[in-house]
């Protein structure tokens, strides 16, 4: 007696390896000259709904920050990254834990992602 088929397919890509879903972008700048507006918008829409989303883009690229000076009231705070250590302690020592080396590959390729 067989799988149905949804089973089967299933079964059949249980090894694939799953990743995010990614749409290819394309730069478009938004500047009319004084300086570059760069965004990235999806190139899997109609040409009519790109239309419509540029010409939003464009009337509304007021209300954008494009760079850090553009964001007055914003606490420095964010963008620094500090790490609240105890001088007083030292650092825990954990020993080397090793993976299978195919374990250690998808590893070492997601940590460069």
């Keep these: 007696m ?3 088929p949804e ?3 299933i079964v059949a890509h249980e090894d ?3 990743g995010p879903h990614q749409e290819k972008m394309e730069l478009v700048d938004l500047g009319t000259g004084s300086g570059k507006k760069e965004v990235k918008i999806g ?13 939003l883009l464009k009337n509304y690229q007021d209300i954008f920050a494009w760079s850090y ?8 705070d964010i963008v ?7 001088p007083e302690c ?8 090793r993976m299978k080396p195919e374990t250690s590959l998808k590893i070492k390729e997601e ?3």
Excluded at 43 to 55: H, K, N, Q, S, V
Excluded at 80 to 86: A, Y
Aim: without cysteine; glycine residues 6%; aromatic residues 0%.
């Design 2 to 4: 067989g799988l149905p």
């Design 7 to 9: 089973l089967e397919k």
């Design 16 to 18: 694939q390896e799953m």
């Design 43 to 55: 190139t899997g829409m109609t040409t009519p709904i790109r239309e419509e989303l540029m010409a």
């Design 69 to 76: 000076q553009d964001m007055p009231g914003l606490s420095s």
């Design 80 to 86: 620094h990254h500090r790490l609240p250590l105890n």
């Design 90 to 97: 030292s650092p825990v020592k954990q020993k080397l834990r």
């Design 111 to 113: 940590v460069k992602k």
